[in-house]
């Protein structure tokens, strides 16, 4: 049976991506910060596969689950930018097309589409490490969860020489580790068991530190959580042990056919709106000028949303059948029929295809969680863009400072858009 509460909590998450990088408000990103609870919960079901499975065994499942879509984009979207001018290309990097462990290469054109891959890079090293860190957990408990924390403590105070590549892997590292090795106290049950008032207790002093480090800066940076990392860290975390703390029912939810439909499909096809909505949301001017639909008024908010999630969905028609291959599924065009069937495979069945795991059974409150199942799965990726009219372009990658703009009004050059955090 699988745990509803955890897939709708992904399938918001990938909405308020969507939303988020269309429209750039900061305020998304306090209302719901959702890159940290997603990978709180992709470290829970690491945990739950490493208490049965060898390591090796759980490293390599879910890279299967996870590289195949991004194989697909990288095989449209590198012989595209080579198309279309890309001159600075250093053919070794195209080698993180195939493992994303840093990131992979792109034209300045094309930030849309590789910026947001940071995300997977960041999920390979939390799994990579997964291994080492799970049984020190198990050792050493609650006290883990800050060592992330400490390493940010040490990145403010230089790169030390470090590639940016390297500084940025281990900046991501430092913001989403906590809440990754919180979703191994929620597999071990520690979470389930600590009482409401210590559970409230600690989500209002980590959140009002969080919104605290971003008051001091916000005139430098704005009120947008990815402007700060270190208020990031501590407010996702926040959430992330609030949301897992608690299992409330779902009931209401499923008694809604089109709810538990958008649910089911949003789970079935995580990884591939992660990786193509930032293309949609780039079409949508061009295909508004196209159509003579550019100038829409006071209905340009929701037509170019609507569009946005056209353009997605007519991505997951074409792409989607790659989640399903890489889950060992049989191929589906649009999965958005009831709950997502398992994989054929015991095996794979509890191996999540991306960032944005899937559901697992119910269990116990208070009670150690048990093993379960997991599919696809991505969360927020935010991607740097100076947008021009219909494109947004960015000049550089960074840490998860940077936002991906809205649609831009044709015949407009907005202000540019990147943001970067200072972490001398």
Do not use: K
Not at 36 to 62: D, H, I, K, P
Not at 161 to 189: I, K, N, Q
Not at 265 to 287: K, M, Q, S
Not at 338 to 367: I, L, M, S, V, Y
């Amino acid at each position: 049976m699988r745990n509803r509460y955890l897939d709708l909590l992904r399938a918001v998450a990938i909405v308020r991506v969507v939303v988020y990088h269309h429209f750039g408000w900061a305020w998304l990103s306090i209302v719901f910060p959702a890159m940290g609870v997603m990978f709180a919960v992709a470290g829970s079901l690491t945990a739950a596969s490493l208490q049965r499975r060898s390591a090796g065994e759980v490293v390599t499942s879910r890279m299967r689950r996870l590289l195949p879509p991004v194989w697909l984009l990288g095989l449209i979207a590198v012989p595209a930018m080579l198309y279309t001018g890309w001159d600075d290309l250093s053919p070794a990097t195209l080698l993180f097309w195939v493992l994303p462990l840093g990131d992979p290469p792109g034209s300045e054109q094309a930030a849309f589409v590789w910026d947001a891959l940071w995300y997977v890079r960041t999920y390979l090293w939390l799994v990579l490490l997964s291994p080492l860190l799970y049984p020190l957990y198990r050792r050493i408990g609650w006290p883990l969860l800050a060592a992330p924390l400490l390493l940010m403590t040490v990145l403010e105070r230089g790169d030390f020489g470090m590639p940016a590549g390297v500084e940025s892997a281990l900046w991501d590292l430092a913001t989403y580790g906590a809440c990754w090795l919180a979703g191994f106290a929620h597999r071990d049950g520690r979470l389930a068991r600590l009482r409401p008032a210590v559970a409230g207790g600690a989500f209002a002093l980590l959140a009002g530190t969080g919104l605290y480090w971003l008051w001091q800066g916000h005139a430098e940076t704005g009120w947008d959580l990815n402007e700060v990392s270190e208020a990031q860290a501590v407010y996702s975390l926040a959430f992330a042990l609030l949301l897992l703390r608690w299992q409330p029912g779902m009931d209401r939810v499923e008694r809604l056919p089109a709810a538990a439909a958008a649910i089911t499909l949003f789970n079935a096809r995580a990884v591939t709106v992660y990786l193509w909505h930032g293309v949609a949301i780039a079409a949508v001017w061009p295909i508004l000028e196209r159509t003579g639909m550019d100038d829409l008024g006071r209905l340009e908010a929701p037509v170019t949303l609507a569009v946005a999630f056209a353009g997605t969905g007519l991505a997951v028609l074409m792409f989607g059948w790659a989640e399903d291959l890489a889950a060992q599924r049989r191929p589906r065009l649009w999965p958005a029929g009831g709950t997502p069937p398992p994989a054929p495979e015991p095996a794979a069945a509890d191996e999540p295809a991306g960032p944005f795991p899937a559901g697992w059974p119910e269990t116990p409150r208070g009670a150690a969680p048990a093993p379960e199942p997991a599919a696809p799965a991505p969360a927020d990726m935010p991607v740097a863009g100076r947008p021009v009219p219909g494109f947004p372009v960015g000049p550089q990658r960074t840490p998860p400072d940077t936002v991906l703009p809205g649609p831009v009004p044709p015949g407009t050059v907005p202000q540019d858009t990147v943001r970067l955090t200072d972490h001398s």
